[in-house]
T-cell receptor
């Protein structure tokens, strides 16, 4: 049982380049999330999804896009990378929210992105 | 809007000493409360959660947390710290049954353990 898998683990981008951060989970979770973590800060929500075909913006969505074509995959797209997007990106998933059922997030190991 | 405050940015304790990490939250309805631990270069791992019931909850690795509604607090404790507990700890608040399970995280507390 792999849990949440993120690729790549590290990436250096030049300003203006684009890339896709991959996230796959094998727990059949409906809920998936993308967070970014800046040094000394907590996690900020970028986008989330409550099921295949359904996505919505979080707290800091500008400069990013997502899609959710399957339950398993939730890729994050960066268009026209900027230095402000230098961060560590975490994908997470969870079971459905409900009385007593919400068990918290399972996190991937993160993608460390540097934009130069 | 929900928010989380972790007042201590950095805490240092000696190995074998007790530990308490503070967390205060703001949320208008019934919250889920969580503590996560992050080791260097790793993702976050759930230590424990609270939704309802007994206000003292037990987690993994010997950690516990106490929910105090009157103080809007959810402090994490451990009676005797081990060197392997050195890590960053995040408190988080989430919405019960609404809001797509989105969680708001505090800025974290870094724990250093002295030998």
């Amino acid at each position: 049982n792999a849990g949440v898998t993120q690729t790549p683990k590290f990436r250096i981008l030049k300003i203006g380049q684009s890339m896709t951060l991959q996230c796959t989970q094998d727990m059949n979770h409906n809920y998936m999330y993308w967070y970014r973590q800046d040094p000394g800060m907590g996690l900020k929500l970028i986008y989330y999804s409550v099921g295949a075909g359904i996505t919505d913006k979080g707290e800091v969505p500008n400069g990013y896009n997502v899609s959710r074509s399957t339950t398993e995959d939730f890729p994050l797209r960066l268009e026209l990378a900027a230095p402000s997007q230098t961060s560590v990106y975490f994908c997470a998933s969870s079971s459905d929210v409900g009385q007593g059922d919400f068990s918290g997030y399972t996190f991937g190991s993160g993608t460390r992105l540097t934009v130069v | 809007a929900q928010s989380v405050t972790q007042p201590d940015i950095h805490i240092t304790v000696s190995e074998g000493a007790s530990l308490e990490l503070r967390c205060n939250y703001s949320y208008g309805a019934t919250p889920y409360l969580f503590w996560y631990v992050q080791s260097p270069g790793q993702g976050l791992q759930l230590l424990l959660k609270y939704f309802s019931g007994d206000t003292l909850v037990q987690g993994i690795k010997g950690f516990e947390a106490e929910f105090k509604r009157s103080q809007s607090s959810f402090n994490l404790r451990k009676p005797s710290v081990h060197w392997s507990d050195a890590a960053e700890y995040f408190c988080a608040v989430g919405a019960y049954n609404t809001n797509a399970g989105k969680s708001t995280f505090g800025d974290g507390t870094t724990l250093t353990v002295k030998p």
